[in-house]
């Protein structure tokens, strides 16, 4: 939190967790307006500040005051974006790392569940989940569809049991378009705080995807665990997360072993799975 004055003292949410719900849904609008080039850097930061501080601007009448006032708060944030020198310009990078569900629950639809509380990790979330998550994630970054968007809520608001039966089950007339969005950046974060994970390393950051924006050859690995012998199918699709991604790195580090027994160099090794020298002879060693 940063304290502010104004006419009175205010605590201001400077991090992705002091958010409220409420917050963080309009944050979320701020920020997928400014990423389809709808505002412009500097209404981005306005409305920024705007929506943390709980002002509605279509109710104020914006004066230049007001709005230097909230351009000013707005430098004193710390997320959720930093900038980068890119030659004559600079990038804006968005830092969406969030370790819970912001948006429990939207009038009758419960979303999943995610905590993490004193280093212990609670989640609902399930493999086949948590793969349909991403590949409806991916198309809706890449093409910004409502369609897209639409699926990505239903999946991460299904109720329980999670299955495609239940999925058709979600309300989205009850979500408006903010919550829709906040469903999209609160798993986007989720993904990042994961993939942050160490052990994950190997999983989540591969030679070609050193940003890590997505995992390796995730929409086939419930297949490939079980044709390697984890568990029949419908038994790995029901898997809960940490599970899942457990058994993932088992596989890649007995790939690993496998291929080292079979006299390849660590770059040989590296070029077959996608991962890096470093990555190869980190495990090879244990």
């Given at each position: 939190m940063?304290t502010?004055?104004?006419?009175?003292t205010?605590?201001v949410?400077?991090?992705?967790?002091?958010?409220?719900?409420?917050q963080?849904?309009?944050?979320a609008?701020v920020?997928?307006d400014?990423?389809a080039?709808i505002?412009n850097?500097?209404?981005?930061k306005?409305?920024t500040?705007?929506?943390?501080?709980d002002?509605?601007?279509?109710?104020l009448?914006?004066?230049?005051?007001?709005?230097?006032?909230?351009?000013?708060?707005?430098e004193q944030?710390?997320?959720p974006?930093?900038?980068?020198?890119k030659e004559?310009?600079?990038e804006?990078?968005?830092?969406?790392c969030i370790n819970r569900?912001?948006?429990?629950k939207?009038k009758q639809?419960?979303g999943?569940?995610f905590?993490?509380d004193?280093?212990?990790?609670e989640?609902?979330?399930?493999s086949e989940?948590?793969v349909?998550?991403i590949?409806?994630?991916?198309l809706?970054?890449?093409?910004h569809?409502?369609q897209?968007?639409?699926m990505l809520?239903?999946?991460?608001?299904?109720?329980l049991?999670?299955?495609k039966?239940?999925?058709q089950?979600?309300?989205?007339h009850?979500?408006?378009?903010n919550?829709?969005?906040?469903?999209y950046?609160n798993?986007?974060g989720?993904l990042e705080?994961?993939?942050?994970i160490?052990?994950?390393?190997?999983?989540?950051?591969?030679?070609?995807?050193?940003q890590?924006k997505?995992?390796?050859?995730?929409?086939?690995?419930?297949?490939?665990l079980?044709k390697?012998?984890?568990?029949v199918?419908?038994?790995?699709c029901?898997l809960d997360l940490f599970t899942?991604l457990?058994?993932?790195?088992?596989?890649t580090?007995e790939?690993i072993h496998?291929?080292?027994?079979c006299?390849?160099?660590p770059?040989?090794?590296?070029?077959k799975l996608n991962?890096?020298?470093g990555?190869?002879?980190?495990v090879?060693?244990l």
């Open positions: 940063i502010l004055k104004l006419k009175k205010r605590q949410p400077n991090r992705w967790h002091e958010l409220s719900e409420e963080f849904v309009r944050l609008g920020i997928a400014f990423e080039g505002t850097f500097e209404q981005f306005v409305m500040a705007a929506a943390i501080l002002l509605k601007i279509d109710r009448k914006m004066s230049d005051t007001l709005f230097e006032n909230l351009f000013r708060i707005s944030l710390d997320f974006y930093r900038l980068h020198e004559d310009r600079k804006v990078e968005f830092r969406i569900q912001m948006q429990p939207v639809n419960k999943y569940v905590t993490v004193s280093g212990m990790i989640t609902s979330i399930v989940q948590y349909d998550a590949s409806v994630m991916k809706y970054s890449s093409d569809s409502e897209a968007l639409d809520v239903k999946v991460l608001y299904c109720p049991p999670y299955s039966e239940n999925i089950k979600v309300k989205l009850q979500f408006s378009r919550q829709k969005l906040a469903a950046y798993f986007r989720l705080w994961i993939r942050k160490d052990k994950y390393d190997i999983i989540f950051n591969s030679a070609e995807d050193k890590g997505s995992p390796i050859g995730m929409e086939g690995s419930l297949y490939s079980s390697a012998g984890y568990g199918f419908s038994e790995i029901k899942y457990d058994l993932l790195l088992s596989q580090i790939s496998t291929l080292k027994g006299g390849l160099k770059t040989e090794i590296a070029e991962l890096t020298v990555q190869i002879s980190s090879a060693e």
